[in-house]
């Protein structure tokens, strides 16, 4: 199993972002996937989630600004992101794991991707 993330960048208070995470190896497209973000000495934080069916979480901190969605055709999970703030500054991850999306936990997931930078400046 694994996960690529792509796109993420750098772009202004108030900017849009789009991140990427295509999945491959998976033995069943009944996944739970998931972003989570992590800035240096703090813990790693959910972001949002989305299952199968389109089923989706999302987190306080970015709900109203941050959409997830899914291409189960191309197997790719994308994040978009409105509205930035420089708070949203971190590195973000994909992640993934075989059950139902249900909580926003990074202990629950085996399975990461190498993570991408997005950095929102002032």
């Known amino acids: 199993e694994q996960l690529v993330e792509s796109g993420g960048g750098s772009v202004q208070t108030g900017g849009s972002l789009n991140v990427s995470c295509s999945a491959s190896?998976?033995?069943?497209?009944?996944?739970?996937m998931a972003w989570f973000r992590q800035t240096p000495g703090k813990e790693r934080e959910g972001v949002a989630s989305?299952?199968?069916?389109?089923?989706?979480i999302v987190a306080d901190s970015v709900k109203g600004r941050f959409t997830i969605s899914k291409d189960s055709a191309k197997n790719t999970v994308y994040l978009q992101m409105y509205n930035l703030k420089t708070e949203d500054t971190a590195m973000y991850y994909c992640?993934?794991?075989?059950?139902?999306?249900?909580?926003?936990?990074?202990?629950?997931?085996?399975?990461w991707g190498q993570g991408t930078q997005v950095t929102v400046s002032s």
């Open positions: 190896g998976f033995f069943s497209d009944r996944v739970c």
């Open positions: 992640a993934a794991h075989y059950l139902y999306c249900t909580v926003l936990s990074a202990a629950i997931f085996p399975y």
């Open positions: 989305i299952t199968h069916d389109d089923s989706a």
